[in-house]
């Protein structure tokens, strides 16, 4: 007991039998003890105050739950005779017998019969050898609170193990007990022919192991932890010693000694072999899931990660945990190669969804993503502007290639998400300069950016403004073409600007015009609105009825928040590209047909091409459009 005092009395207990030198207490004499003990050190311990005056009680009810805890056992509890054993005097007794084996390995383990005859109640917990070796090589916490009975199988006698002793001391004491006997001549020849006979071809390996067992004890358990056929070798000694050991009828006590030896070393190769093949494992699994990062698409979530599977389709995770999960992308994204960037990239969508990225397929994935965008964002375009001119309207980004540039970015963002983002990220400009330095054949195919800064969206995709113009009027009539003819129908069908001095002299009056005009243009597409919704809306349901109903065809996700999110990318997706179109949204080529184009351009984006079930989708997109420009 440490000089400072202490209220502990199961402290106070083991204390008290170390100084006697005796487990045994007798009960009234410990307890004049404690009476005095608590009279010198109560100002210093306040909780000692209900050992002060009569103190049996008081120590009674603290060797109940001592005893229930098996720290304590009380003998002769009736009697005036009562007794105290405590545990922990045979903890210190014990540890310092697995001290006194460290330097004569010919000591026996200790076991039952080292206990005193008269405690007929058990001071210790039992457990099973292959089960609870196990449990302390994965995580042993040494304290002087616990005595254990560790018991074996094939009917060899169990050992006691005092938790203040580490595993791997009992272990080295193991292997020392081994290589004591196979020191000795008649063993060591006889037990390494054996091995040498079981291992045709092998004969030099296994005559290294018997050599690094008998001859460099320091290193032995290093091998034990670290090599992978040493556990087979160990395996094969540790059978040999028990197979001969088990003929004989009557043991020894060191016969017994050996054979408690071989079954904690091969209960601790068992776990060695087993941490061995489990790292193997992850390692390989880790190797695997860095390869599946640099396939097609290219990009992923961490969602996707976790369901990666491998050549024989069972999952990665499993083979590695999530925490080695956590820390393989931590690392991959953090680590600097000669300060150049991660191997592993994360980048962000306008959704808020998080994906990650090899550094080498950004810009692969970006000339793949600008190829599939390119006929899309051209074709949608065009169908607008053709729109447009049906109504004898001249957008300013027909006319303005800045205006085109703004209108392009915006398409990019609302279609193709991904591109969006790699093109706005912080970390594409530094791709391209490694790239470039680094000389690889790719770098002379593609060039983002033209003195430092991103060169414009339509050389990015390769869109030329004059052609969507011209394909938009090849589509018109062929009346709007002919000048004269489309001039006479603009004068019936566009409505003159005002001139400047109008607009000034008339500033007042207009105003309430443009009121005026802007609620016509809203009452006209209220009615747009509601003869769509009587087309799409079956008689007798709501907008929001069939949404739901539509929802619950394409969303099949299990769990509530997986389908909650993915809703919510999708209604994203939805409004983002609504805000690019708004603009050109007009009573008069506000329609069903309209709002299915829009619709089908949206599902054939990548962003939902994944979702199966397209045509609930495609409805879904189309209510949903109805919505939005409903409540604008």
Not at 79 to 91: D, H, L, N, R, W
Not at 305 to 315: L, M, N
Not at 469 to 493: E, Q
């Amino acid at each position: 007991m440490s000089s400072t005092p202490t209220a502990n009395i199961y402290t106070i207990l083991t204390h008290y039998a170390l100084k006697q030198n005796n487990p045994l207490i007798h009960f009234n004499e410990f307890c004049e003890y404690m009476r005095r003990y608590s009279q010198r050190y109560l100002e210093q311990q306040e909780e000692l105050i209900k050992y002060v005056g009569n103190s049996h009680e008081a120590v009674m009810k603290e060797l109940l739950l001592l005893e229930s805890d098996k720290k304590v056992a009380i003998i002769n509890n009736t009697t005036e005779k009562k007794s105290i054993v405590v545990a922990g005097y045979f903890i210190e007794k014990l540890t310092e017998r697995y001290r006194d084996i460290e330097s004569n390995p010919a000591i026996p383990f200790p076991t039952l019969s080292d206990l005193p005859k008269y405690l007929t109640q058990e001071i210790y917990e039992k457990k099973v050898a292959s089960e609870f070796i196990f449990e302390l090589l994965k995580k042993q916490e040494l304290n002087d609170k616990t005595l254990f009975e560790v018991g074996f199988s094939r009917e060899v006698p169990s050992i006691l193990l005092p938790s203040s002793v580490s595993i791997l001391s009992v272990l080295e004491s193991a292997i020392a007990k081994i290589r004591l006997m196979l020191k000795k001549e008649e063993y060591h020849d006889y037990f390494l022919k054996k091995i040498r006979i079981s291992n045709p071809g092998k004969e030099l390996a296994a005559k290294n192991f018997f050599s690094q067992v008998i001859n460099k004890p320091k290193e032995t358990i290093t091998y034990l932890q670290e090599s992978g056929d040493i556990f087979y070798y160990w395996s094969q000694l540790c059978f040999f010693i028990r197979q001969d050991y088990e003929k004989v009828k009557d043991f020894t006590q060191e016969d017994i000694s050996k054979l408690q030896a071989v079954q904690i070393i091969e209960f601790c190769a068992a776990f060695y072999k087993n941490k061995s093949q489990q790292s193997q494992q992850r390692e390989t699994a880790l190797k695997n899931l860095g390869i599946i990062l640099n396939k097609p698409p290219y990009f992923f979530t961490k969602d996707d990660i976790a369901d990666f599977t491998d050549s024989r389709g069972i999952p990665l995770l499993g083979q590695y945990t999530e925490e080695d999960l956590s820390n393989y992308l931590h690392t991959e994204t953090t680590s600097l190669d000669n300060n150049n960037l991660p191997n592993l990239l994360v980048f962000k969508v306008e959704s808020g969804k998080r994906y990650f990225i090899a550094k080498n397929k950004v810009l692969p994935l970006i000339i793949r993503l600008c190829s599939e965008a390119r006929t899309k964002i051209k074709e949608n375009i065009t169908r607008e502007w053709y729109d447009s001119l049906l109504e004898f309207e001249n957008l300013p980004c027909m006319k303005e290639q800045k205006s085109f540039e703004k209108l392009l970015q915006e398409k990019v963002k609302a279609l193709e998400p991904v591109l969006y983002a790699l093109l706005n990220s912080n970390f594409l400009s530094l791709i391209h300069y490694e790239t470039r330095n680094s000389k690889e054949p790719l770098s002379e195919k593609i060039n983002l950016f033209s003195n430092g800064k991103l060169i414009p969206y339509s050389e990015i995709l390769m869109i030329s403004r004059h052609e969507i113009l011209t394909d938009a009027k090849i589509m018109l009539p062929f009346y709007y073409t002919v000048p004269i003819l489309s001039w006479f129908l603009s004068l019936f069908f566009k409505k003159p600007g005002k001139s400047e001095k109008e607009k000034k002299n008339q500033k007042e009056k207009e105003e309430p015009e443009k009121k005026k005009k802007t609620t016509n243009s809203k009452l006209e597409l209220k009615k747009a609105i509601e003869s769509v919704e009587k087309e799409l809306i079956p008689q007798g349901s709501t907008l929001d009825e069939e949404l739901s109903n539509c929802l619950f065809q394409w969303n099949k996700q299990i769990t509530k928040q997986s389908r909650e999110q993915l809703t919510e990318d999708v209604n994203c997706l939805i409004r983002d590209y609504i805000r690019t179109t708004a603009r050109s949204l007009r009573s008069s080529t506000f329609n069903s047909q309209r709002i299915k184009n829009l619709a089908d351009t949206l599902v054939k984006s990548p962003s939902l091409s994944n979702i199966k079930e397209h045509a609930p989708l495609t409805m879904y997109v189309q209510l949903y459009i109805l919505k939005l420009v409903k409540n604008m």
